[in-house]
Structure formats: C-alpha cells, structure tokens
C-alpha cells in the first residue's frame, strides 16, 4: 500500500508492506523503518494447501522475485504454484517456524551475508533436507534484489553501448551536387 505522512509540514509517502500482525514495514527513496508491531509476512493462496513456501529476508526480495519470474515467463510466471513468506528480519525467525512446519519444501531466499547464513543454517536445524537454500542464484550479490538491480543496470549499459555504437557508424557522405553556386 501506498502511506502518507507529515513531517515538519511537508507531506511524504513510502511503500508499506503489511505484515500479520497489522504493522507495516516501510520504504521510500530515503527511509528504511516499520509502523509496529514488527513480525513475519504470510502470503498464502486460496485453496489447498500448497506443498511449498519460499523464504524471503524482506519485502523487497519478494518483490524483486516476482519481477524476475514475470520478465523471464510473463505469459505463464508460476507465481501462485507456491505460498510465500517474508521475516521482515532475520530476528523474526522463531515467529515463521510453526508456520512453516505444514510445507515440504522450504526455498530460502536469505540474504549473502553472516546473518542469513547464520538463519539458513538454524532453519537447516529445524526442517533438514525440506530446506533449499536459492542464494546460488544470486551468489556474488548481497540479496535477490541487489542482483536484480545489478541485472537492470548491466542492461542500461549495454543498450546505451549499442545506441552510441550506432551512432559512431560511419555514415555515407551525401553526394555532391554538380553545378555552378554562389
């Protein structure tokens, strides 16, 4: 959802990304926060339940998840073969643990860095050989988002290249007209 806010007379908006128990974790340009309580997203979808749930550190990594789904099938993206969850931190992960016990399969999306290792690694403990850790996808990056900003820009780059490229090409001289001019 798009929130507004007032700060010192000025109006502002972020991204809120509601979690289950009512709060909000925020985003714009220039803030980073929550509207508390703090806890775990649970995106589930209507009907059965579904043998697998992926595991994303924050909002922002499902987001990006969905957009590289769409851009690489957009006919037929599989979006709604799985259920999903986001621990809006790495600190809510005792708050996903009995959510996650009903699934067979556990995709975790975690973070690069010493704390989503530290998560997989305490999750590996709980759920065994249901986990698959997805961070190879995106192995030399800090996150899934990270790597799909990076995806985007090294196309911008290449695009530009192959503009300027163009523009180099020699192009053919026009002919001189033949004649007397003044």
Do not use: W
């Not at 709060?23 to 059965?48: M, S, V, W």
């Not at 769409?70 to 709604?80: F, I, K, L």
């Not at 899934?144 to 490229?165: F, M, R």
């Amino acid at each position: 959802k798009e929130l507004r806010y007032e700060y010192e007379g000025k109006t502002y908006f972020v991204v809120g990304f509601s979690n289950i128990s009512g709060g909000y974790e925020l985003r714009n340009r220039y803030f980073k926060g929550c509207l508390a309580p703090k806890d775990i997203t649970h995106i589930r979808h209507q009907g059965e339940q579904r043998a697998a749930c992926y595991l994303f550190e924050g909002f922002m990594d499902y987001l990006s998840f969905l957009t590289i789904r769409v851009n690489n099938n957009p006919a037929e993206p599989r979006t709604n073969e799985q259920d999903y969850m986001v621990l809006n931190s790495v600190t809510n992960l005792s708050k996903a643990e009995r959510l996650l016990r009903p699934y067979s399969r556990i995709g975790c999306f975690l973070d690069n860095d010493h704390a989503g290792q530290r998560a997989y690694e305490n999750l590996k403990r709980m759920f065994g050989n249901r986990l698959q850790d997805m961070s190879h996808h995106y192995a030399g990056h800090k996150d899934l988002n990270d790597y799909l900003c990076h995806k985007n820009q090294t196309k911008q780059a290449e695009k530009k290249s192959q503009v300027q490229s163009a523009r180099r090409m020699p192009q053919p001289q026009p002919k001189k007209k033949r004649g007397f001019r003044l």
